[in-house]
Nanobody
């Protein structure tokens, strides 16, 4: 069982930056790949980025590649999403997700564990 708690969302102007954090419970954090997803009003939840348990592999949606960076600190049981050059279309609730298998995300699926989400609003 993994419990996830996101933080760091907020309001920012276009072109600005935010860093999201996701704190995980449990002693086996490094055995889980982690993903970030987002959901805008009226839209389906979509994949943003993923990182393997060791942190050596990362994967991004095309829409955020070059602007967002996912990282993790296994000593702190935390995964981060650094978001730069934000655009109004990045406005969404951002969710943290966990799965034992990194390829779950690469193959277009998602894990069973979710956080409660954190709102990111980018104004033009």
């Amino acid at each position: 069982q993994v419990q996830l708690v996101e933080s760091g969302g907020g309001w920012v102007q276009a072109g600005g930056s935010l860093r999201l954090s996701c704190a995980a419970s449990g002693r086996t954090f490094s055995s889980y790949a982690m993903g970030w997803f987002r959901q805008a009003p009226g839209k389906e939840r979509e994949f943003v980025a993923a990182i393997s348990g060791s942190g050596s592999n990362t994967y991004y949606a095309d829409s955020v590649k070059g602007r967002f960076t996912i990282s993790r600190d296994n000593a702190k049981n935390t995964v981060y999403l650094q978001m730069n050059s934000l655009k109004p279309e990045d406005t969404a609730v951002y969710y943290c997700n966990a799965d034992p298998v990194y390829w779950t995300y690469v193959l277009g699926s998602r894990g069973n564990y979710w956080g409660q989400g954190t709102q990111v609003t980018v104004s033009s």
